[in-house]
């Protein structure tokens, strides 16, 4: 499975963006997707998670209320809805796809394919 992610930008505080991941070659029907973020000089952080089925959604506690994870299993496409942005969402986010289990869906450990990461930058 190759992802492609894309969507990110430059957009002020209070604004939204929508990041797409779509599956360039093969599939992720069936596969847990996960979207994690990383700061510069910070570590890669958990953001968002969605089941295989579509009927089961996680959230970061920075982050809950604010975005919204979808996925269409018609367009292999798994989206990131983000509103609400604040300066501290700046980050590259990196979508992926994997057999994780609820005990590992916040860990980078529980995804085996990864996209190459979309720049979001969020302006005060």
């Known amino acids: 499975v190759q992802l492609q992610a894309s969507g990110g930008g430059l957009v002020q505080a209070g604004g939204s963006l929508r990041l797409s991941c779509a599956a360039s070659?093969?599939?992720?029907?069936?596969?847990?997707m996960g979207w994690f973020r990383q700061a510069p000089g910070k570590e890669r952080e958990w953001v968002a998670t969605?089941?295989?089925?579509?009927?089961?959604?996680y959230y970061a506690d920075s982050v809950k209320g604010r975005f919204i994870i979808s996925r269409d299993g018609a367009r292999k496409t798994v989206y990131l809805q983000m509103n609400g942005l604040k300066p501290e969402d700046t980050a590259v986010y990196y979508c992926?796809?994997?057999?994780?289990?609820?005990?590992?869906?916040?860990?980078?450990?529980?995804?085996?394919?990864w996209g190459q990461g979309t720049q979001v930058t969020v302006s005060s």
């Open positions: 969605i089941r295989a089925s579509g009927g089961n959604t």
């Open positions: 992926a796809a994997g057999r994780a289990i609820l005990s590992t869906i916040t860990s980078p450990r529980g995804y085996n394919y």
């Open positions: 070659e093969g599939s992720f029907v069936g596969y847990t």
